[in-house]
């Protein structure tokens, strides 16, 4: 199983960034796929997720209306697009497969594969 996020850099604040996540040795129609970020000395936080068939998506209140996640089950890849960065978006970005009949997307501890993680930095 890999999960392999790719896009993250350094941006200016009120900048704009895809973060890809590319993954494979799983049936990625069946998962749900969420995005969690670490920031410098904070805890692992929610940032948005999509269940398996791209008809719901939920995102944290810090990102709500900045932030939009996607889908493409023929790449098997999720997509997500971060307008109007900030400082505070600062983070690695990981992406994460849902275990399956998990309910809660928001919770880091119902996911059960994870990438590496992609820097993003938000600086002038």
């Known amino acids: 199983v890999q999960l392999v996020e790719s896009g993250g850099g350094l941006v200016q604040p009120g900048g704009s960034l895809r973060l890809s996540c590319a993954t494979s040795?799983?049936?990625?129609?069946?998962?749900?796929i969420g995005w969690f970020r670490q920031g410098p000395g904070k805890d692992r936080e929610f940032v948005a997720a999509?269940?398996?068939?791209?008809?719901?998506?939920n995102y944290a209140d810090s990102v709500k209306g900045r932030a939009t996640i996607s889908r493409d089950n023929v790449k098997n890849t999720v997509y997500l697009q971060m307008n109007s960065l900030e400082p505070e978006d600062t983070a690695i970005y990981y992406c994460?497969?849902?275990?399956?009949?998990?309910?809660?997307?928001?919770?880091?501890?119902?996911?059960?594969?994870w990438g590496q993680g992609t820097q993003v930095t938000v600086s002038s």
């Open positions: 040795g799983f049936t990625f129609d069946d998962y749900s």
């Open positions: 994460a497969a849902l275990r399956p009949f998990a309910q809660d997307m928001r919770v880091a501890g119902n996911y059960v594969y």
């Open positions: 999509i269940n398996w068939s791209a008809g719901s998506t």
